[in-house]
């Protein structure tokens, strides 16, 4: 083990490998707020990637109900236990990664799922967080009562715990874009990166016997187009771009706005160590401040506050970068809010977008005078 930088924890942590990031990093944002968990992004994936023989339980996306539902079965929680305790000292993680946890002998936890553990994918859908006593029986508005859609892919990791795991080097970690993959010739279906994902997002394939895993549609991402499961996103909630560190983040680039000048967007369980790259918005309605700074660290309380800011009207630039979400299927590198519209740039320059901050409603009168008729509901 070395030791290397993980922005996320503020502070170094043990890695088998030397720190080696990519010239840069695809990564995505997800705001949780505006997922309504319509599964298009799962089906778009699916549809696209896993449909073969040994495919059927894969999900390489899914989109999941917090805080019950789970995809496999409470992956989540296991991982958790496993974990230990976890603490924060202000922004510096104070408990174990899933590597420095790691019994003797081994170089991380982990569990390996079980064809059960998949037989569930939207349990817990809809279901919401019962915090309902018998004596507050009659419901009073605004109620504690709340879920929220999660939509999960592999993460992409800095630090990814399947690839350090496989004892074949069968994963690697494209250095022109940061995404992971399998090199399906070298696999030989051990499965041990599937036991060391915490996230649980390498799947086995029983007639390939091989693994596999989400490949951020990198034909696309290499032609500046964004993955389907960002493009065909029907709620508007997915951003895709590449992300620096907090030393190499550009403001005009939009994904490196809301990670880090803004600080909206948060990664997922950041106390595994792997150093995520999808980010989310933390749900607004969740009260609890425990559950979230579980699921997103200790900036959730203040990203939603800053998020909320943002849509009362007092921060068009972070309103401009969350509207550029799904709005072409180009990857936008640079962004700037202008005279009321946000403008989009892909690599090359070329503007791929522009959008008003805010859509005019126009009224029209019921009677039209031209044709001498009569409309209803035409505002
Ligand atoms: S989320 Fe899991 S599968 Fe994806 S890179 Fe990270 S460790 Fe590997
Ligand atoms: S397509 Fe978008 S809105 Fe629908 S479930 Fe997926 S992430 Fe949520």
Not at 234 to 263: C, E, M, W, Y
Not at 299 to 310: D, E, P, V
Request: hydrophobic share 35%; charged share 20%; glycine share 6%.
């Amino acid at each position: 083990m070395v030791e290397v930088m993980n922005w996320q924890l503020n502070r170094m942590m043990a890695y088998p490998y030397e720190e080696a990031r990519p010239i840069r990093q695809a990564a995505a944002v997800f705001d949780t707020n505006k997922c309504i968990g319509c599964q298009t992004c799962t089906m778009a994936c699916k549809t696209c990637w896993t449909s073969g023989h040994g495919q059927e339980y894969m999900l390489w996306n899914n989109v999941e109900t917090k805080p019950w539902g789970s995809y496999p079965l409470a992956w989540d929680v296991r991982e958790l236990e496993l974990l230990g305790p976890q603490h924060w000292n202000g922004d510096t993680y104070g408990g174990k990664t899933i590597f420095e946890a790691a019994p003797q002998g081994k170089k991380n936890i982990g569990w390996q799922p079980t064809g059960l553990d998949y037989a569930y994918p939207n349990r817990g859908e809809d279901e919401v967080n019962v915090t309902l006593t018998v004596k507050r029986y009659h419901l009073k508005l605004p109620h504690d009562m709340w879920f929220f859609y999660l939509p999960r892919i592999c993460n992409h990791c800095t630090y990814p715990a399947c690839l350090q795991a496989c004892t074949r080097q069968s994963i690697y970690k494209r250095q022109e874009d940061g995404i992971v993959l399998i090199d399906q010739e070298r696999c030989r279906g051990y499965r041990i990166c599937m036991e060391a994902c915490p996230y649980k997002k390498i799947f086995y394939n029983h007639t390939t016997r091989v693994s596999e895993k989400c490949v951020m549609c990198f034909p696309a991402v290499e032609d500046g187009i964004q993955p389907r499961c960002m493009r065909n996103c029907i709620g508007k909630i997915r951003s895709f771009g590449f992300v620096g560190t907090p030393q190499t983040a550009r403001p005009d680039n939009p994904i490196d706005f809301l990670v880090h000048v803004r600080k909206v967007a948060l990664p997922l369980y950041p106390q595994f160590g792997l150093e995520p790259n999808v980010y989310y918005i933390p749900p607004v309605h969740v009260e609890s401040d425990e559950f979230l700074t579980m699921l997103f660290g200790p900036g959730a309380r203040a990203a939603i506050n800053t998020y909320q800011n943002a849509m009362e009207g007092n921060d068009p630039e972070l309103l401009g970068a969350l509207l550029l979400a799904v709005s072409t299927d180009k990857i936008i590198s640079r962004f700037k809010v202008e005279s009321d519209s946000v403008i989009g740039w892909a690599d090359n320059g070329d503007e791929v977008v522009r959008i008003p901050l805010k859509v005019p409603i126009i009224e029209r009168s019921a009677f039209d005078e031209n044709l001498k008729v009569y409309r209803y509901n035409i505002t």
